[in-house]
């Protein structure tokens, strides 16, 4: 048989197939030395910086949720007190509407009874005003009447003097009111 790959313009393709054993294992090892010095000083701190992102990144959310979880008690808190000023403030404005009313008819009622102390205290002062009016007109007649018994008895009276002194008297009379 000819070797064929024994000519010399033909180079050996099986050498260049099939690397040779110490190359191979200075391959696989410088490449087993180079996995171990990345998974050292690369993949190590650098899974290490992800566990302490993913430590940090939970932290936050487990911060978060306990955030919203007193966010949201806060704001029921928030609700029920609203809701009790809102019912304290209609309570404080029921009352202030019913003690207006109170004092509105306590202020009616003094106002009722003054008026009706004013109103007894013109009658009574016009009643006596009355009388102390009737007591002059009295006085007036009986003055009238003594100055015409006077006159009377002055002269000697005759019909027409007598028709005189009860017109004089009447006049008097009229001038008196």
């Given amino acids: 048989m000819i070797n ?5 313009g033909i180079p050996e393709i099986t050498h260049g ?22 998974a050292k000083l690369v993949y190590k701190p650098f899974r290490n910086s992800i566990d302490e992102r993913r430590k ?5 959310l487990d911060e978060a949720a306990d955030k919203t979880t007193k966010a949201n008690r806060d704001k029921k808190e928030a609700e029920i007190l ?9 309570n404080i404005i ?26 007894n205290h013109a009658k009574i002062s ?35 003097d007598n028709q005189k002194i009860i017109e004089s008297f009447i006049d008097d009379l009229d001038r008196v009111d």
């Fill in 4 to 8: 064929l790959l024994a000519t010399p």
């Fill in 94 to 119: 029921k009352s202030a509407y019913t003690e207006a009313d109170t004092n509105k008819m306590a202020i009616l009622d003094r106002a009722r009874r003054e008026a009706n102390n004013i109103q």
């Fill in 56 to 60: 940090k990144i939970n932290s936050l």
């Fill in 17 to 38: 197939l099939f690397p040779n054993l110490p190359n191979f294992i200075a391959h696989v090892l410088s490449t087993i030395v180079l996995i171990l010095l990345l």
């Fill in 82 to 90: 609203l809701k009790n000023a809102k019912n304290d403030s209609l």
């Fill in 126 to 160: 016009i009643e006596h005003e009355r009388d102390a009016l009737k007591e002059e007109i009295r006085q007036n007649v009986i003055g009238v009447a003594f100055s015409a018994a006077e006159k009377v008895l002055e002269k000697n009276i005759t019909k027409e």
